[in-house]
Structures are given as structure tokens and as C-alpha cells.
């Protein structure tokens, strides 16, 4: 686990040194080789690290002046014999003394700081460089923080919640300021999830950045009582994994990872099966998506081990289908269909009290879209093309990026399936929908589509799919 959700040390008078240690030490291989090797590395003793040729980079320019544990340790396996000091790294003691004391003043003072509630509202604003020294078991350096600290970082949910007119001076805030901030918390991810359904992820992962740090700061205030610290952790690991999606389906996969390992950390110290298992159950989706469908398969039963006891059958039909999707991924059909048989089963039990909220958006629609995606791994192209048509049809309207999806996937399924002109009408609705929606990922799968389509393009509805496909990505 490699994320945090901490600002960056801006008591640094001074810019960056370039590590020029670590950069010798990588030689001629290029950063996401080196990467590549680091990640090997991790796996070698155990660990597991999100590294990518831009964590590579931002050591090399010195924005790192020290990795966090994880990196350390895979750092010292990978050049035994030398040092942190020796890699090009600053003590840690030295990061962690420069980097709390002044951004507890500056939460006091300076109301208009990067994390203010006027930068998230730019869709625009650069994301946080998190401290890669910091990880869940040391986010304890923030406990000095006072209660109208704690009231400051809840304004900063602001732009996901409070309503117009609401000022974060209120009494309310300033009298019970970990009460209001858990309620803040529960409201943000509420917020987020409106907004993804509508809009799809592209435009709110770097706005949602700033939230998911203040859930952690309250949390880490340790000012609440017993009640509120649970709803607390339970609001900022619900934080993470929501995060995480919108890094998911924005094609930013290292990130999601990470912040799904965060969200899974987190509910293992609070020992939240319900947050634990929807910690696992989007570790599934992302594994199947990234391919590596043995993880997702086991992500998908760890969760339903996990679930089994909470009394949502609806969540572990939804669980099932993560199953199936790993299964289907490694082209076993007899254990796909057997997944879909006990989803589909799960699912005719019908809703309880005990179903999560954040499930939501899992209802009949989602059910045949997944299976679509289930039988289009198997290269069943007709039969995945029916379930995604049915897909479209169920869906409520306000799940907006849904439909989009279930298009896109219909789109995809019909064109392999050897009906280029049904494909390019479908692919056109989704490019419509896509006026609305931005999503990496649906944008991936008619990307991929239009090269399915290549070979008929002299049909006249599929050259005019592929001209507004190409006008679109221009």
C-alpha cells in the first residue's frame, strides 16, 4: 500500500534536490523498466508497491526526499549493502519533523490554503504530491490535531456536501466538529457516487483527492468519541474505495490499486467486514480489468468469505459476478457458468435492510451487463450482445455513465459478433452519451470497437461511426 492522502511538505524553503544517487543506480534502463524491476522486487519479499515510471521520475527530481516502508524495503533487498543515505534519500526523521508541525499551523491560519473548498472547485487544479513516507500505520503524527483543526479540514469537504450558504464557521462545526465532519465524510461519498453515475470519472478524481486526505486528518484528530471514530473510519475507508473507482474507470490503475490496498487496511483495523468486503470486491473488478483474472477470481471469494455472515444476498450475488468475471477471464467456462447460476439465484432472493448502500447501483441492469461481459470474454459475441441489449433497456436513466457502458459494450459485442452496421448505431449512441459522460474506460471500448470496425468501413453507417469517433478523440 503506497498511497496517502497528505498534502506535500510545504515548509521546504527550497525546491527539490534531483536524487542524482538513485538515477546512477538505475543506469541505462529506462524508468519503466526500472519500474518494472522494482515491482519485481516487492514480490520477491512479499510487498506489494503501485511503482510506475512517474514514481521513478519523482524520486530522480527529488520529490521523494524519502520512500515510505514498503519502498524502503524493496529498495535495500534490490541494492544490498547500501543505505537509504547511500540510495540518495534524506533521513526519515528529517521528512516526518519538517512535514506536521507547519501544516498544523497553516490549517489555523491560512483559510485559502491548497485544500480550500475555491481549488477544489477547479476542475483543473493540480493533484496533490502525497508524502510517500506516510502510510495508514503512521498517519499518528496528525493526532495533535486540535478540534478547530478538525473544523477547518470539514470546510474542505465543501464542495461534495455543504449546501449553498452554509459556512464552515458555524456553530455546529465549531462546537462538535468530528460529529459534523463524519457526517460530512458519509455526505462526500454520497456526492461523489451522484456524480460519477451522471457524469462518469474523468472530471472528479483529482477534485476527489482533497476529501479523501481531510476524511483521514479527522480521523486522525483524535479528538471524537468512540462512536464517531468508527463512523469516522468507516466513512474514510468508504472515501478511499470511492477514489479508487474514479482512478478505475479513469484508466488509472496503480492508483486504484493503491487506494482499494488503503480502504482494505483500513477496514482490517476497525475489523468493518462490510467495508472489507467491498474493499475486496472492487480488487476483483480492477484485477479483472488490468488481466489478472487468477487475483480477481481470488479477491472475489475472499470478499464473499468475508460477506457471507452480513446477510445481503444481494451483495453476494454481486460478489458472484466478480467471480465469474475471473473465471471467465481464464477461459474456464464450466466454473463462469456456475458463478452466473449462483448470481442469478442471489439475486431472485430479492432486496433486504442488510444491503449496503454504496450497491446502489446494482440492480438488473448491472446484472445482465455484467454477465454480458462474462460471455464476451468466453468470445461468445451473440450471446453477449443479448444480455447487453438488455442491459441498456433496464437501466434507470439516472445511471447516465451505466448507459453508456452497456452501449459501448453492446457496441463492441455486436461488432465481433459479425453485425458491423447494428454495431456502428450502438457505437454512435454511446458517443452521444459521451457528450455527458468522460470515462477512460468506456472511451477505451469504442476506441476498440472502431478498430474491430476497420474492415467495413465502406458501409455507410460505419464510416459515419468512425469519422465522429475520430472527431471525437480529436
Do not use: K
Amino acid at each position: 500500500m503506497t498511497s496517502s492522502p497528505y498534502p506535500p511538505d510545504i515548509s521546504a524553503p527550497q525546491p527539490p534536490r534531483p536524487n542524482v544517487a538513485f538515477r546512477r543506480l538505475r543506469g541505462q534502463r529506462s524508468p519503466g523498466e526500472f519500474a518494472a524491476a522494482v515491482r519485481r522486487a516487492a514480490r520477491e519479499i512479499g510487498e506489494c508497491v503501485s511503482c510506475d515510471a512517474r514514481y521513478i521520475g519523482r524520486v530522480e527530481a527529488g520529490a521523494i526526499r524519502c520512500p515510505n516502508y514498503a519502498y524502503e524495503r524493496v529498495f535495500l533487498h534490490m541494492f544490498p549493502g547500501r543505505s537509504l543515505a547511500d540510495l540518495g534519500f534524506a533521513p526519515r526523521a528529517s521528512v516526518r519533523g519538517r512535514s506536521a508541525r507547519p501544516y498544523e499551523a497553516t490549517a489555523h491560519t491560512r483559510p485559502r490554503s491548497a485544500a480550500t473548498p475555491q481549488t477544489l472547485r477547479d476542475p483543473q487544479v493540480t493533484e496533490y504530491t502525497h508524502h510517500e513516507e506516510s502510510d495508514v500505520r503512521r498517519r499518528a503524527f496528525m493526532t495533535g490535531m486540535t478540534g478547530s483543526t478538525a473544523t477547518v479540514a470539514v470546510a474542505t469537504l465543501t464542495p461534495f456536501d455543504v449546501p449553498p450558504g452554509a459556512a464552515p464557521g458555524d456553530t455546529a462545526l465549531d462546537r462538535y466538529p468530528a460529529r459534523a465532519g463524519a457526517r460530512a465524510v458519509e455526505e462526500a461519498i454520497r456526492r461523489i457516487r451522484l456524480l460519477d453515475d451522471r457524469h462518469g470519472a474523468d472530471g472528479l478524481y483529482r477534485r476527489a483527492a482533497a476529501p479523501l486526505r481531510t476524511a483521514f486528518e479527522l480521523l486522525d484528530s483524535g479528538t471524537a468519541q468512540r462512536d464517531i471514530t468508527d463512523r469516522l473510519q468507516a466513512g474514510a475507508g468508504e472515501l478511499a474505495i470511492s477514489v479508487g473507482w474514479l482512478a478505475h474507470d479513469s484508466g488509472r490503475f496503480d492508483d486504484a490499486r493503491s487506494h482499494y490496498a488503503e480502504a482494505l487496511a483500513t477496514s482490517r483495523m476497525a475489523g468493518d467486514e462490510a467495508l472489507e468486503a467491498h474493499a475486496f470486491c472492487n480488487a476483483a473488478f480492477l484485477a479483472r480489468d488490468v488481466g489478472r483474472p487468477r487475483e480477481a477470481v481470488r479477491a472475489a471469494q475472499a470478499a464473499t468469505r468475508v460477506a457471507a455472515p452480513l446477510g445481503s444476498p444481494r451483495l453476494l450475488s454481486l460478489l458472484s459476478l466478480r467471480e465469474a468475471g475471473g473465471w471467465a477471464g481464464l477461459d474456464d467456462r464450466g466454473a463462469c457458468e456456475r458463478s452466473l447460476a449462483r448470481a442469478q439465484a442471489l439475486f431472485a432472493r430479492g432486496g433486504s435492510d442488510a444491503d449496503p448502500e454504496w450497491m446502489s447501483f446494482y440492480g438488473e441492469a448491472e446484472l445482465e451487463g455484467l454477465e454480458a461481459q462474462c460471455w464476451s470474454a468466453l468470445g461468445e459475441w451473440r450471446r453477449a450482445a443479448q444480455h447487453a441489449r438488455r442491459a441498456v433497456a433496464l437501466q434507470d436513466p439516472h445511471f447516465t455513465r451505466n448507459i453508456a457502458l452497456y452501449t459501448a459494450e453492446l457496441a463492441d459485442d455486436l461488432a465481433r459478433s459479425g453485425q458491423p452496421d447494428e454495431a456502428a448505431s450502438a457505437g454512435a449512441r454511446a458517443l452521444g452519451i459521451l457528450r455527458d459522460v468522460r470515462s477512460s474506460r468506456i472511451e477505451s471500448m469504442l476506441a476498440t470497437t472502431a478498430r474491430v470496425l476497420l474492415p467495413h468501413r465502406r458501409a455507410a453507417g460505419v464510416s459515419a461511426f468512425l469519422e465522429r469517433h475520430a472527431a471525437a478523440r480529436r
